[in-house]
């Protein structure tokens, strides 16, 4: 092994880049004709694809192979078995191919795949073809491949040996066409005489950012391999500095575990029993905190082959509203709901803001109290107002509702289900007859003045009343089909509608010798029918069945109340306790709006009791059944695989509602994130409180460093320890990294004209060091600074024939060589060459609570330069690291 070079390998990989490259080419020509033939023999390594399913072959495959044409491997492996034999073997991102060559190809996603990710010399065993094999890794390297006019190349190779160490090659295709250097020639020779001119250095070299995206990483490391493969029915939150791969590990897992064929037995069972609603390869979700990461997340799932729409990246903000005005029911639509949504109001107490376990719990207590209180209630009313045939119903309620207190409510539904269809017997019989009497006292008025139900209408306009301040006992008058009609004013239905609902409530106050509650509808009403009312008989009759009809609802289809009467449970919670300081900083504006924080409470409770009612066997063989409904459209917002991008700038409510969308046996859920980088008020602070959003959460932390130079790490390293940040999760870079970098930069005392014409200078500076324009951010404190500085950069740049392009709201992107300018808050997980902070000790007075975290994610985007500027001096706490800062580069 110590006598070779650098050609055989270059030789050998560019002409198998061509053949892989050939190949696919070919089958996406036929491959609307592959057949299982085509994967039964050749190739014994490739794992995964020997097991294609074929009914994926359509679209999906046909990409496949026109992205393998593109890009025909990206790794080559050699390997040495327990027999002592060496293979080498070719790796592809997705998919593998047969060669007529019979050289060995295998998919990265594939259990042969996995080598790629160990470092030289480990060794690792391997299922293949049902037994275990184990091999040891003598030899990698990664490639970049891409066609130019002279043929296939690679460029910024990385090369690793077990003895003779890492190196970086510049290009594959250089070294076939240097001179001087002969076949034969040892590896220690070829190094010492020619690596200047032939582009090959001891170590990995720094890749030079370019554009604008998620850097790609094709192979994860042994750590992140690890994270990447475990089983589906996972949930962990991996946690480590800027730059160390964890979207990129995060996407790599969602690809890999989308495909049936990588998937193993048990898996799969997991994948086909969670997947109802939505084929296991569209079922899953991303959710990120802004729409420009957003933006590069799509790009980094293009890369891995993943269709990702709209419909499977989100932002939690649009996501949350969304369903919880089309599919919740919480927020007002034209044809219901009962709140809307005010995100700028700001009502409950700081203390909730930053851990609201405590208020979350005293609504879900409230809400299980209410319900039991109905139950309560309904079997009193039932007891005081059964008929004779009533009688023996309303004594086994009675004996229900001495059992509730201490009983879990899929039991108490459980034994209520039981009850069901002696239940609505009953309600049935005694609605007949109480239906009859209220059609007759309405045809009765009717007949005596044919305007009176338009009469009736234009009066409910003139009220405006809402139906959430209506008799809270009211609502178990009427069937669910009955409240359902449409309630909108100006019309003879919904007059009728409600002209019944009124006499049902009027008669059953009656009955039970109680007065009508005065805020509701109607104790409006029943004045304005003054004398058009029933005889005082008619009504108690009516009363007396309304009554006994209204405790038997309460006990039919209960569960749903449990799910659909979370948002009317928080009104009257909020109500109830809007005193306690605890709780609350000041009364809501208007009852029916809900603040951010209150709206992911209702969502979380509704989903986590929707779950827990899935979760039984009484209900999940019934589940088609139409009184199941509700269930049913909630469970189709679950999903078999559940992502979260930036974890820790979502909050405790959020991630757990996040996490009540996977799939009732999958739970399958993975994050990413870092407490030292959160810049959200209300972001997750420790693992405990990650642990409350689910105990199945699990964290595993890497450290590896893959975007900033040696220098730029140190400097993060000093940051951390003068903001009381995070220690444990300082990043080290590899050791075979030459990524020493340059110190940052630093100017104080200027003006913004000052500031504009020195950030303009050192880009010249950057843009003269790497030879040719890499990407480049400009962070300044607020969203009002973003145009100012665009405009006065470009004004300094022109000369040099560059623009500075002002990326409002995060939302502007830029182009090519542009230089993007970002308020500070939209630049979280991106990455740039050379970052310049405008206005630190602005940052440092004007958000003061934040300050500490804009400054670490701001300074940790840059990848070899960064700059900051002050126009005034250091801010207070950096005054320490005045050391750390050259002038200029």
Known sequence: MSHRNFEPLAAEALTTFAEISEGATQKLATSVNISADSFASGNTLTGAQAYQNLNDIGQINREAWRELSGEPSIARLVLKAESGQELVIYITRNISINLASNKQVASYKSAIGRLAELPVGEDASIVLQGRPQVFSVIEKTSFRPGMTDNGWDSLDSQYRHVDLGVFSIDS???????RGIDAVDELDKLLEKAATENGVRAGISHQVRTAMGLRDQPILDQFQGEI????????????????????????KRLGQKLDISNLDENERHVADVSGQNKPH???????????????YLKEAFSREQVPASDEHIKTWTAYRSDIARNTLGILRTANGGKYTFKPEMQNLAPAVTLDPRGWYQAFSNFHDNRLKIQLKEGATIVLE?????????????????KRLDGRVWVDIYRDLDKQEIRLKVSLDESKEITDQLLKQERNRIFNGDKEVFHRLALFLESIQQDDDEADEDAEFDEDDSETSVSSSTGDIQNAVRVYLASLRALARSRYRKRSLPKDSRAAKIVPWLGSALPPEAVLLEIGQRTSFQNGLRRFINAFRRYVTDVSSSYRLFRKETSDFKEFYCEAASNPSHLSVMELDAIVLLMLRNCRALLSQSFIDRELDAPRFEILRNLARLFRNQIMVDEATDFSMLELACMESMTTLKGRSFFACGDFNQRITHTGVRTMEQIDWVSARISAKSINLVYRQSRALNTFAGDLLRILDGDLSALGSLPKESTHEGVKPVLLERASEDEAAAWVAQRIAEVERAVKKMPTIAVLVNKEDDVKPMAERLTGYLETVNLKAV?????????????????????????????VFFVGIDRCAEQNPKLFDRYLYV?????????????YHGLPLKMKSLADSFDKKW
């Open 281 to 295: 390869a569209s079922s899953w979700l991303m959710f990120t905190p802004s729409e420009l990461l957003k933006h």
């Open 858 to 870: 701001g300074a940790t985007r840059a990848a070899t330069y960064l700059g900051m500027v002050c």
């Open 228 to 251: 990447f493969r475990l089983p589906l029915d996972s949930q962990l939150i991996i946690l480590g500095p800027p730059g160390t791969g964890k979207t990129t590990t995060l996407i």
């Open 385 to 401: 107002s059964a008929p004779a045939t009533g009688k023996e119903i309303a004594q086994e309620l009675q004996r229900l509702v």
């Open 172 to 178: 594959l295709r250089s070294l076939l066409i240097a």
């Open 806 to 834: 002002a990326c409002e709201e995060g939302k502007a992107l830029g182009e090519g060589t542009d230089v993007r300018v970002f308020s500070v808050q939209h630049i979280k997980g991106l990455e740039f060459e050379a």
